[in-house]
């Protein structure tokens, strides 16, 4: 009900054109939000170099995570501060302006920010988690240059592609242990005491 309220009243600024007071005073929140959070961390806006494709697999995805967290968040940053420009009338207002405003006037994820990742449908919530993601990478990706990042603890919700990163893992596994990927098996448990029990378990079988 909240969402749909919040739809209904975001659609005043954009039935009967572009209206500059509107726009400013719906849009203002989600860009100041997105100014505080970049402004912590600015270097994540910019642009990396290729990968080398001789890395560990798991040491590759991180590189092209981390990549991909920089792309994104210079994507959004790019169309916010176009509409920033806009709305202190330093810039026209173009086709692809008005309709990234109009997409996030409605309570929806512009189609472009869509196709780089499929986040939260709320604007407000989708930038967060993708500064919260870029924010882990750079953690992970921290955590290869010390050499510890299999070593401890990992949240896949720091990442962008967790079923990327179990491939990868796979795949290093692999390479490790000396045995073909399908004689590999992923197993979860829920209670942690357990873990070292079920790891004996998959050695024996094998």
Request: aromatic fraction near 6%.
């Amino acid at each position: 009900v909240v969402q749909q309220l919040n739809t209904m009243r975001a659609s005043r600024g954009v039935s009967g054109g572009f209206n500059r007071e509107e726009w400013s005073k719906q849009l203002s929140p989600l860009l100041r939000s997105w100014d505080k959070m970049l402004a912590s961390r600015p270097h994540l806006k910019k642009r990396l170099k290729p990968p080398s494709k001789k890395l560990p697999p798991v040491d590759l995805f991180v590189a092209m995570e981390r990549s991909h967290a920089h792309d994104i968040i210079r994507l959004v940053d790019k169309g916010l501060n176009q509409i920033q420009h806009v709305l202190s009338g330093t810039a026209m207002l173009t086709p692809a302006v008005r309709s990234l405003g109009v997409s996030l006037l409605s309570n929806e994820i512009p189609s472009s920010w869509d196709s780089a990742w499929e986040g939260p449908e709320n604007p407000s919530l989708y930038v967060r988690a993708i500064f919260k993601r870029a924010c882990g990478v750079e953690e992970w990706a921290s955590r290869i240059s010390n050499g510890d990042l299999l070593e401890k603890k990992l949240r896949l919700s720091d990442i962008f592609h967790p079923e990327v990163f179990l491939n990868a893992l796979g795949q290093q596994s692999s390479r490790i242990l000396r045995v073909p990927m399908d004689n590999l098996k992923l197993v979860t448990v829920w209670d942690q005491s357990l873990a070292a029990q079920v790891s004996r378990e998959g050695h024996s079988s094998r």
